[in-house]
DNA sequence: CCAGACCAGTCAAGAAACACGATGGGATAT
DNA sequence: ATATCCCATCGTGTTTCTTGACTGGTCTGG
């Protein structure tokens, strides 16, 4: 599959000359060593290569000979790579986080950067597979639980059929046997699970997960016009609106991350910089697909 | 480097046995054709891969006749990969919101996940590396900057230095020639980078980046027994303590993520789950390291 | 100023990796 | 029973690399 570019270019080759396309774009300069230390192959062969990317591209290189490197030239135009800033500046984080380690990535000298964040925890990768391996079999499993409200049996069996990202956490979407509805579970407060065993729950009766509303935003009426048109430029709103959809269950966070679940004029605006328009339909709408999930369940075990 | 395992395995062969060890780790399964069709090889070359794979650790997999697939053992051990749970995470992230290509990495299915959040817009990739190539060369560019205050000149100069991740918004952190001190500028909000000029700046005198402080942090006393000791857990705090040192410009980002800015009992305790015990301390240091640092530019450039 | 280190490029010969063609076995579907 | 789809394995040729040998340019230190 993949290579469509040029006829039958070996997969090896083609990651290098995707190599060469990757330094020239974001570092600028590469070194023939460069190339043939990061893929463990002689010179000559990177020399060969370099010389295969300069066909391809004529107008992308230059050799510096003082430098002795090669030069991204001002005619530059990425040929084999698809340039995303956000995976670039998502490999970053992971390095800095120390999630991957820098020669399994292509970088070079990585710039400075820093993660501001409180939670630098790692989770164990074993907890995790055992979640997505109950996923992809429908099973369910027992997991020790550091619940927040601090309850006192830690251990529970839960039913996972999704993940989500929210606010800097990962939690799981899944049907809690105990309490006999459908919960949200911090991955990173996962300590322990167990085996996987059949479950008996549909999951497409999490209605909470299963159906989205919309929630309509706007920016707060307190701010400034300046201020205002900011936001709307910056959440790319039309006629001062903003409309997302959302599953019901995960609106829960987007009103905790942004506010809108306190009431207007206790936070400075600055803190409050949006509005949710139609909150209280938004918060029926939760309410009553809960309801209704609770019940259906209900009606499926008789 | 890398190829330290075994004694000469050509750079390809490896990827090719790393690939096998991260779909038996995530999928628990996978096939010749997987192999063959991901790194454009033949059949018969994916049957001597796994032949090697299989030689290395022979407890790892089992051909399923029925499923027609390999599947992960029971006494399966990871032997050439590097698990991250996070790593996982972030590019099941990076799929969903478009900034990688499911073809350009391992996954066969994904899980379901989700991202929640507002913001879904992409940022220039040009834009990045013009701030990239000015932080390598330690020069300043042009940019054409929407500011959340919604100043009538939106061009500025800036000399960056640094970039950072703060509430899942990317900043650049940077020399102001209009404001004649260092600022954060949100990467989204860029839209144009002009030209790269050397600068005169020096960076080292961004004494709000350079000095780091310690934050002090405890769980909000306002919240229950039970509450306030999952928070030590979840935060890995001593006695009842977190203390996290941060440059002094990214303690503003903390203050506002976590809430340490507004005054206690003005929000429902569970919204200001942290505490910061020297806020003060914090408050005063970052100020007063803000205008020792414009002194020092201005005798500098004297 | 010139030797030595380091960067690069090239040519030729041999080894390794890989593709292609062919053959055979087991499981499932028609 | 035949077809199909997996997989494995054995030759044989081809491509891709490596190894070795030689050449040229730039910078550094004695």
Redesign the pocket.
């Known amino acids: 599959m993949a290579e469509e570019t040029g006829e039958t270019v ?1 997969w ?2 083609q990651r290098r000359l995707e190599f060469i396309d990757f330094r020239l774009f974001w570092d600028g300069r590469f ?3 460069d190339l043939a230390e990061t893929f ?9 290569d ?2 295969q990317y300069t066909a391809l591209a004529p107008g992308n290189l230059a ?1 510096d ?2 430098l ?2 090669y030069l991204r030239a001002p005619t530059y135009e990425p040929k084999l790579m698809h340039a995303s800033a956000e995976r670039y500046l998502l490999q970053l984080v992971a390095i800095e986080n120390r999630w991957m380690r820098q020669e399994d990535t292509w970088f070079d000298n990585t710039p400075p950067i820093e993660n501001v964040s409180l939670l630098r925890k790692r989770t164990d990768a074993r907890i995790l597979l055992h979640i997505l391996d109950a996923i992809n079999q429908r099973g369910q499993l027992e997991i020790q639980y550091r619940s927040i409200t601090g309850s006192p049996e830690p251990r529970r069996v839960i039913a996972p059929h999704a993940l989500f990202h929210a606010v800097g956490r990962w939690y799981v979407r899944a049907w809690s046997n105990e309490h006999s509805d459908f919960r949200d579970y911090n991955l990173f407060r996962i300590g322990q699970a167990g085996d996987i065993v059949t479950a008996a729950i549909d999951s497409t009766l999490d209605f909470e997960w299963m159906h989205k509303i919309d929630l309509i935003l706007a920016p707060n009426p307190a701010l400034s016009a300046n201020q205002q048109a900011a936001l709307e430029a910056e959440y790319g709103m039309t006629d001062g609106r903003l409309v997302v959809t959302q599953r019901l269950s995960q609106t829960f966070y987007l009103m905790t991350e942004h506010n809108f679940d306190v009431e207007p004029d206790t936070l400075p605006p600055g803190k409050q910089q949006l509005v949710l328009l139609n909150r209280d339909e938004v918060v029926n709408a939760r309410a009553t697909a809960r309801k209704l999930s609770i019940d259906a369940v209900e009606r499926a075990s008789r």
């Open positions: 070996r090896g080759v070194n023939r060593r463990g192959i002689s010179a000559q062969q990177a020399s060969s370099i010389a050799y000979q003082t002795k490197a």
